[in-house]
């Protein structure tokens, strides 16, 4: 039987080639976008129906194709951005594997529309399920674009695959918000089935498009990343906790300049927050990694999400320093702002406060003790501010009784933080402290703040490579454990050497504790030392020593903290909110529980039935 | 009820009952100070359980009874009342009538019968001992029992038998020791903690007694009283740890040191000590020792002090609060300060040796 393999005919190839790269509408959008912006078009617009399945359309402004080169690009393979094997190492451009356009028109109905700035006319083909149907010559502007009708007409089976309209449509959504962030100098205009769903004019930085796309209190939150180390650099934006989302789908990451959602990537991330998160709650964080290209293999996946590392400890150092630095380090580095800012200023530029007031009427800038308005803001944006400082105003008012302790009114001024420009309204005998601004009433959690200032510095300390004091015990304790738990402690008896701990093994189960750390004031050893046993076992199959040196110090900093029910002074709270502004710590304690509660007094009002 | 007492008398019996009775408490009736008046006398009980008081006084009584009533209130009413007679009535809604003058006051109580009934050590065996030494012991030694009360055996102090005539005060936390020997002409019936809680009443009373107590020794209580007052420490059950095995032989390294000087160089330098830094760096000399800490935001202090020392130079880190608290307690003027290898106790005696010491366990670094 002669003559039973052949090769395969262009078509099918094109279709097998299209289940790799075009999975959903989604992978459509993104190959198209990525070939707009190796055009370098300035302004792209995108347009879906019925979540893409009905309609993609990518109209961009980059320099188009030639007449000729039109119909190159509907081949396989056809690219112009490679040329050898060896241009496969340093790739730049967005998209090179040449599959591309033609894949897609296999599976669609496709019209291609460019125009190369020396034609006079553009070229119009349309393709069906990988045919050409027609080719025209047509008066248009320079760029190209491209329509994709229809999307696997003629393909059932992935027809069926499809999700609902909404959900392919989120898809793409979160799609072009990656790529907005990636190309601030790149103007988008998303419409969803006719209606407008972003509009982000090119801007000069990714800062300034986040104010575009995000709302006020993702904003308000971001404090800036940037950090270097080997042939790496990380920028970008976090939201400090307890901001926080309830899934990984905004921790957005870019590896030079492309999107990709690489579980290295992530869990560097979610470490840099390890302190600061509650569990089953994640960061917002968008980051950009920047390589050399050598460093990095993006050749791994047809949809290009994925990527290889050459080094993959450097880069999850890189990212993990970064980030923890930017959420832990004194003062927060805010884009745009002073070194003692903490929010994002209002109105970073003119532009943009336009922007923002077309988009957000309803948000007038707050008034803001402690930071200075930015000097750009509008005249009619500084009567706004001047209006809510001095309008309604609850003034701070001495309650008599236990909570009236201490009251201050806030502190106006330049040269305070925001912890301690706030007004101390009291404590609750043995409970929380009551703070104020001019527009909330604040309950602060005074053991969480403690216990934050204190984490830090240990952290702080242990980096400097400060040993922890051992104080000696007179009868040294035995203390039996089970066997798995011996094992495990056996392991990181160093750790906890490290940590002011003298364990030694003794037997096979028992083990003697000769001395612990003097910031030990409770006497019950057994009752810590299985606590972290347990944490051990969390952690201990990987093996990770830094979570347990982490556990351990946060076992320190929450028996040396003051207690919930500790009655603490006008002053010494005074003293806790300075410090708080001096360390420039996250609002979270250091098990990710926030520091603070806060009740707008508009709510409160509502509340009391005032309007 | 109904008696007449001197207002002073009867303050004073209320001022050492009520600070017993005052605790917080989830049983109401402990909140209460319970009013028992026989034929010719008032006596005040209080107790928290842990602790129990009772007092004595002088009343002219035409009718027997007895009461609980609010401890506090009736303290602060009768502190308010002005010196002279108070009649003290109960009502048939046990309720009772405090009138002084014009002043009169109506106060609910509960019922006496409901009052716990606490021990009275009447059979107890007891010897005449003198309140300013039992207390001069308790001093050398309740300062390093545990204040955790998760190891309520350390929670207090042991007194133990020792030989045939002795006994013996010991107080641990696990970090330090302090120990006294004497005689005090009874010892208990096997070894026992007095816990702290009852120490600090104790401690309390004996400081307003002047004179001579009688001290007895139940297996669950301890008695202490004169004859107008009882007090009642109950005992913890537990074992307090084979402290023996850590008092170490005589050692030949031995630092003589001025009391007072010492404290003040202490206390110095430990201004700069924090909570994770609590050590002290001491490095001796020949003649010199020389006093370091460390605050790890703050900065350091350094001190250098004369002593009478020679041979080898030695360092040790020792907590400087324990350190200052074991000086404290050492009443006479020079202090000999006993150091052997590492991780092996520091021992402060007084100079010229007396029937006490004290031990630190050293830190590390």
């Known amino acids: 039987m002669a003559g039973r393999i052949r090769v395969l005919d262009e078509k099918v190839i094109n279709r097998i080639a299209a289940g790799e790269v075009v999975e959903r509408p989604v992978s459509v959008m993104k190959e198209l976008v990525e070939n707009s912006i190796d055009a370098e078009a300035t302004s792209i617009r995108l347009e879906i129906e019925n979540g893409g399945k009905k309609l993609i359309r990518v109209r961009d402004n980059g320099t188009g194709m030639s007449h000729d080169d039109a119909f190159q690009a509907l081949e396989r393979h056809a690219t112009s951005k490679l040329k050898t094997e060896l241009d496969l190492v340093g790739i730049a451009t967005m998209g090179f594997r040449g599959e591309a356009l033609a894949s897609i028109a296999s599976v669609s109905r496709l019209t291609l529309m460019t125009r190369e700035e020396a034609d006079p006319a553009g070229t119009v083909i349309t393709v069906e399920g990988g045919t050409i149907r027609s080719a025209d010559r047509k008066g248009m502007a320079v760029g190209s674009m491209v329509e994709v009708r229809n999307l696997f007409f003629n393909v059932p089976v992935r027809r069926k695959f499809l999700k609902a309209t909404a959900t392919e449509a989120g898809h793409v959504h979160e799609a072009v918000t990656r790529f907005a962030l990636a190309f601030p100098g790149v103007g988008f205009t998303y419409i969803e089935d006719g209606k407008l769903k972003m509009d982000a004019p090119a801007v000069g930085s990714t800062y300034e498009r986040i104010y575009t796309l995000f709302s006020k209190d993702v904003r308000e939150n971001l404090v800036e990343v940037n950090h270097s180390a080997h042939e790496g650099s990380l920028k970008g934006y976090v939201a400090k906790p307890p901001y926080a989302r309830s899934n990984m789908r905004s921790v957005l990451t870019f590896v030079n300049g492309r999107s990709v959602k690489d579980r290295l990537i992530n869990s560097a991330v979610t470490r840099g927050f390890a302190n600061l998160m509650e569990r089953g709650r994640y960061p917002f964080a968008i980051l950009f990694i920047e390589l050399p290209p050598d460093k990095v293999d993006v050749n791994v996946h047809p949809q290009k999400a994925e990527v290889r590392f050459v080094n993959p400890k450097q880069i999850y150092d890189l990212i993990l320093d970064g980030v923890y630095d930017a959420l832990t380090g004194a003062p927060y580095r805010v884009p745009g702002g002073t070194r003692r800012e903490y929010g994002l200023p209002r109105s970073p530029t003119d532009s943009l406060s336009r922007h923002l007031s077309r988009e957000d009427p309803e948000e007038a800038p707050r008034s803001d003790p402690g930071h200075s308005a930015s000097p750009s803001s509008l005249p009619q944006d500084a009567a706004t501010q001047q209006a809510t400082a001095g309008g309604d105003v609850p003034a701070p008012a001495t309650i008599p009784g236990h909570a009236a302790d201490v009251t201050h009114a806030p502190r106006l001024g330049h040269q305070t933080g925001p912890f301690s420009s706030l007004g101390i309204v009291g404590r609750i005998p043995g409970s929380f402290v009551i703070l104020h601004n001019d527009e909330e009433l604040i309950v602060m959690d005074q053991h969480a703040a403690h216990e934050r200032i204190l984490f830090d510095d240990l952290v702080r300390s242990e980096r400097r490579g400060e040993h922890l004091e051992s104080q000696d015990l007179l009868i040294p304790q035995v203390i039996e454990f089970s066997v798995v738990e011996a094992r495990a402690l056996a392991r990181h008896l160093g750790v906890l050497h490290t940590a002011g701990f003298r364990i030694e093994e003794f037997g096979e189960k028992d083990f003697v504790v000769k001395g612990v750390p003097s910031w030990f004031n409770k006497d019950d050893v057994e009752g810590l030392l299985s606590e972290l046993v347990d944490v051990m076992l969390d952690t201990g199959v990987r093996g990770d020593p830094g979570r347990l040196r982490e556990e351990l110090l946060k076992s320190v900093a929450c028996r040396t903290a003051v207690k919930e029910s500790e009655n603490m002074h006008a002053e010494e709270i005074r003293t806790l909110l300075k410090t708080l502004d001096r360390k420039g710590s996250p609002e979270v304690c250091p098990h990710g529980r926030p520091l603070m509660a806060k009740f707008p007094f508009a709510e409160i009002r509502r509340k009391l039935g005032r309007r | ?365």
Do not use: C
């Not at chain 2, 408490?25 to 034929?39: R, Y």
């Not at chain 2, 209080?46 to 009874?65: C, F």
């Not at chain 2, 250098?304 to 404290?328: H, K, P, Q, R, T």
């Open chain 2, 1 to 365: 009820m109904l008696f007449q007492i001197d207002r002073d008398s009867f303050l004073d019996g209320l001022t050492k009952t009520v600070p017993i009775s005052e605790k917080r408490t989830p049983l109401p009736i402990l909140s209460h100070i319970l009013m028992n008046v026989d034929e010719s006398h008032l006596v005040l009980t209080a107790t928290d359980l842990e602790v129990g008081l009772k007092i004595t006084s002088e009343a002219a009584v035409q009718e027997p009874g007895m009461l609980a009533v609010p401890s506090k209130k009736l303290y602060e009413i009768v502190r308010e009342l002005l010196p002279g007679q108070v009649t003290v009535k109960s009502t048939e809604t046990q309720r009772i009538l405090i009138e002084s003058g014009e002043s009169v006051f109506e106060l609910a109580g509960m019922d006496a019968t409901d009052y716990p009934a606490w021990t009275t050590g009447k059979e107890v065996e007891t010897a005449q001992v003198q309140a300013s030494r039992l207390l001069y012991m308790i001093d050398k030694t309740m300062f390093a029992a545990s204040t955790d009360d998760s190891r309520f055996n350390l929670n207090g102090i042991l007194f133990e038998k020792e030989g045939e005539e002795h006994i013996k005060l010991v107080a641990t936390d696990g970090h330090r020791l302090a120990l006294i020997h004497g005689e005090l002409g009874i010892r208990p019936v096997s070894n026992v903690i007095v816990p702290r809680k009852g120490l600090a009443e104790l401690k309390r009373l004996l400081e307003s007694l002047k004179g001579e107590i009688s001290l007895g020794f139940e297996e669950k209580n301890l008695f202490v009283s004169t004859d107008r007052l009882m007090m009642t420490v109950r005992l913890i059950d537990g074992d307090f740890p084979d402290y023996r095995k850590v008092i170490p032989e005589p050692s030949d390294t031995i630092v003589r040191v001025p009391h007072s000087q010492f404290t003040h160089t202490l206390r110095r330098v430990a201004i700069l000590t924090s909570d994770r830094n609590k050590g002290v760096n001491i490095k001796v000399s020949s003649g010199k020792m020389e006093l370091k800490t460390t605050h790890p935001d703050l900065g350091t202090a350094r001190d250098v002090m004369d002593v009478e020392y020679s041979g080898e130079e030695f360092l040790v880190i020792v907590n400087a609060a324990y350190l200052i608290e074991a000086v404290g307690v050492i009443d006479t003027d020079s202090v000999s300060i006993e150091f052997r290898e590492e991780g092996a106790p520091v021992i402060l005696r007084p100079i010229p040796s007396k029937d006490y010491f004290n031990l630190v366990m050293p830190m590390r670094k």
